[in-house]
Each structure stands twice: as structure tokens, then as C-alpha cells.
């Protein structure tokens, strides 16, 4: 006993799986192939099992087991968890939050004043002869 698709059911359940209309003619083809011959219907994947892209595992909680000095960028983060950068960039758009202090500690008195004799040495000297204080 053949049974037929009504014209354009394969155009229907096509935009319905979201595939394309040969995949449902396939499906249906090999399903009466099966009827054919007598065997239970079987419109499984041909492929191998392990035929799709495998999956890196990687704990989130495993960043923050990692110190603090050696996660400052991707580059060495992506290091020490041993995936690529690329695959960790696309954690931070979702799954991974950067974070930046927006606390900065104050200067030294050691610091200031080189900083302050850097920005002197900035100056036309000529100019502004006695009015440094």
C-alpha cells in the first residue's frame, strides 16, 4: 500500500520542522522503503554518534578557583582553563561577566613627586621663571 503526499504537504511540514523540503522527501522516502521490506519505520540520523561538534566542559567555578594574576586577560585566562580565546570571548558575551575595580588607590608621596617632576620637565622654563611654587 503507497501513500502520498497532497500537493505541496512537503512545502507544509518543511516550513513547519523548519528544514528543507528534500530532508521531508528523504524521511518519507526511506520511511516507505522500510514499509516496503517489511521492517519496523526507522527515520533516524544515518550519522555516527559522535559526528557533531564536541562540547568543551569547563565549570564556571573553575575561574574563579584561578588567582586573580593570572586572569587579568583573555589571553592568559584562556591559558589556564585550556580553551581558545575565541571560545572564552564568547563566554563574556553571556555567560561571563568582565569585571574592573572602579576603586583606584590614591598616589604615594613617593609618586607625586615624580609625577609632579615629570610634569615640570614639561614646561618652557624660560617662560615662567619665579612663578613655581
Known amino acids: 500500500m503507497e501513500f502520498f503526499f497532497k500537493k505541496n504537504s512537503t512545502t ?3 516550513y513547519r520542522f523548519n528544514v528543507s523540503r528534500r530532508t521531508i522527501q528523504r524521511v518519507w522516502q526511506r520511511a516507505m ?3 516496503a521490506n517489511g521492517v519496523p519505520v526507522d527515520v533516524r540520523s544515518k550519522k555516527a554518534k559522535n559526528s557533531c561538534r564536541k562540547r568543551i566542559s569547563v565549570e564556571l567555578s573553575d575561574v574563579a578557583r584561578i588567582p586573580l594574576h593570572r586572569r587579568t586577560t583573555i589571553r592568559s585566562l584562556a591559558e589556564e582553563l585550556g580553551i581558545k580565546k575565541s571560545t572564552l570571548h564568547r563566554w563574556f558575551r553571556g555567560e561571563l561577566r568582565r569585571h574592573s575595580s572602579s576603586l583606584k588607590p590614591y598616589l604615594k ?10 610634569c615640570l620637565s614639561m614646561l618652557d622654563h624660560p617662560m615662567i621663571q619665579n612663578s613655581l611654587k
Open 12 to 14: 507544509v511540514i518543511a
Open 33 to 35: 522503503e522500510c514499509r
Open 109 to 118: 608621596e613617593a609618586n607625586k613627586n615624580v609625577r609632579l617632576r615629570w
